[in-house]
């Protein structure tokens, strides 16, 4: 297996055998924690809560969106620098020292580092695009207790400050520790980690690392990614105009548009599909799977021609839409309604958009591919030139499930479950259709015949698969005894019985040695935050890479005090 290498000897191979044994959550005592401590921690947050949110909005106010291509004062665009440097301002106003490394990434802790004996927290400033669909502002943070709703609150910004109050409550409160703690905070998780392929080939890195952008307890592996297009191998008609969909590869896109030149034919023959699928709306008449799969609530039936499936996601509570009239100068067309395809006809050409319901590309179940529903439209479309249509055929084939069945990648293993494959972002080049794919591939998948694969299925549909990156899957020792001992913990503070995991999702942990993420999602909201949940977002809307992203400050804090407590667990343990 092709893991991410671990820099320097694994020190606690060498714990004598009696260590080793009781570490883990089998050998440790379940009242091991120390509760008057907690007790203490507990109330310090309670005390820091309000600041911690207040510093908190301070970072979701930038829209720090990673834009590479920058010069050296700002590499991944003046917002993401700015919000850097908010970071190490709010750090020193904790009285901790800082450091900006190359305006990608900052620490906060110690001016004296020992990075032999350093645990280093890893966060994120940088946070995907806004997408569609918004009912708050995305940069101008809404409190309505216990949520926090702003894009970057729950990924990553609100975790990042979590970390440094944790740092300051350990430091306030006198807490003996063995090991030295920093933070270090990023400009570029989102988009692809330049910044900490910059960071590691410049500077040394902590003997063990923690990221706090995952889900509770210990997550000690993360799947591969491979981002790259399917390319057109010529240019679409003249008729295609525009097409356009998605924000960022790791998106599930909610929302795609094509541009289409008008003419008679065409308009007949978009009024056409919208008319027949509003007559076999209910009816699986395609065939389709019954598993869920893009395009909504079913998986869209190409080869039946007509059931283009899926629920309405927009603001409505379910009520069936009406047909509306668009008002063109002289002329007006009635359109009648579609979940999920509206149509808008000027003088001259057809706007057709898709919605979907978006989700974070590694966990899209649930979510609604806005490109896939674009795509199976388009290729219902009789007047489009012949070539065209087969190829919004193909393009709808290969995007309409996900887990890399299509284009012939399936896989899946004991240790990571199956392989994902989303498209998430659609566009033109040069007159070619490029359609981007973010793919999630289990731990023990052979990566050469993923992307002889991914190779192939291009040539069997008519396309040119184009590889972006190939970042390797990363793997912490499941034996390492951190793995039971924080697992525990978390069980015991919580109530709870997890088991560590492995997932799809990325985190910096695959670009460092002797790394693995450790919360601080997977907390239990209590029915009071379940009803204020309901009440204040729709479905779809509230999660990391959603509308609408928002943090449970309540969970926050008490995701915090787990992490506190982990620090005095690691006491005992050879990093």
């Known amino acids: 297996m092709d893991f991410v290498n671990l820099r320097g000897g694994p020190a606690w191979r060498d714990c004598p055998a009696m260590f080793l044994a009781s570490a883990g959550s089998r050998g440790r005592k379940e009242d091991d924690m120390d509760r008057e401590l907690y007790d203490k921690v507990s109330v310090w947050f309670e005390e820091h809560r309000e600041q911690m949110m207040k510093d908190i909005i301070r970072l979701v106010r930038i829209p720090s969106v990673s834009e590479p291509g920058g010069d050296s004062q700002a590499p991944f665009g003046r917002p993401c620098r700015e919000c850097l440097e908010e970071m190490l301002a709010i750090g020193r106003e904790h009285g901790l020292h800082t450091e900006n490394y190359g305006n990608q990434v900052g620490s906060i802790g110690e001016k004296e580092k020992n990075w032999e004996n350093m645990i280093g927290f890893w966060n994120h400033m940088d946070v995907v695009p806004i997408g569609n669909q918004w009912q708050y502002e995305p940069f101008e943070p809404t409190v309505e207790e216990p949520f926090l709703i702003g894009r970057g609150s729950q990924d990553n910004k609100g975790p990042a400050v979590g970390i440094l109050y944790m740092m300051e409550c350990l430091r306030e409160l006198k807490v003996p520790l063995k090991h030295q703690l920093c933070l270090f905070v990023g400009t570029d998780e989102e988009r692809g980690m330049g910044d900490l392929e910059y960071y590691t080939s410049h500077y040394p890195v902590p003997r063990m690392s923690m990221v706090a952008d995952s889900g509770f307890p210990v997550c000690y592996g993360e799947k591969g990614i491979v981002e790259g297009r399917m390319l057109g191998r010529e240019a679409v008609s003249g008729t295609v105009l525009e097409l356009a969909g998605g924000s960022a590869g790791n998106m599930i896109p909610d929302a795609a548009y094509a541009v289409l030149r008008r003419t008679e034919a065409l308009e007949k023959a978009v009024a056409d599909a919208l008319s027949v699928e509003q007559g076999n709306r209910g009816e699986n008449a395609g065939g389709a799977s019954e598993e869920k799969g893009a395009g909504g609530e079913h998986t869209c039936g190409l080869s039946g021609g007509q059931n283009i499936r899926g629920e309405n996601v927009g603001r409505s509570t379910g009520e069936r839409e009406t047909s509306e009239e668009h008002d063109h100068g002289a002329l007006k067309v009635e359109v009648p309604a579609y979940p999920g395809i509206r149509v808008q006809i000027d003088e001259n050409a057809i706007r057709i958009e898709a919605e979907g319901r978006s989700r974070h590309s590694a966990f899209p179940e649930g979510s609604v591919n806005a490109i896939h529903r ?42 990571s479950g199956r392989t994902t494959c989303a498209a998430t972002v659609l566009g033109m080049r040069e007159g070619r259709v490029s359609l981007q794919f973010n793919i999630r591939y289990a731990i023990t998948a052979p990566q050469q015949e993923l992307l002889q694969g991914l190779e192939r299925a291009g040539k069997e549909n008519g396309m040119i698969w184009e590889l972006e990156r190939n970042s390797g899957p990363n793997y912490f020792p499941r034996e390492h005894p951190a793995v039971d001992r924080l697992t525990a913990l978390y069980n015991e503070i919580t109530g709870s019985r997890k088991e560590s995991f492995v997932m799809g999702g990325g985190t910096y942990a695959r670009k460092l040695p002797n790394a693995f993420a450790y919360g601080v999602g997977g907390m239990q909201e209590s029915e009071e935050d379940k009803e204020v949940r309901r009440r204040l977002f729709l479905p779809g809307h509230g999660g990391a890479h959603e509308p609408d992203e928002g943090l449970n400050i309540r969970l926050l804090t008490e995701a915090m005090k787990i992490y506190a407590m982990a620090m005095v667990e690691l006491n005992d343990c050879v990093i």
């Open 374 to 415: 674009l795509m199976a439209f388009l290729a219902e479309l009789d007047a489009l030139p012949p070539k065209d249509r087969e190829l919004f055929g193909r393009l709808a084939f290969l995007s309409e499930e996900y887990y890399g069945e299509h284009p012939g990648i399936a896989y899946a293993d004991e240790v």
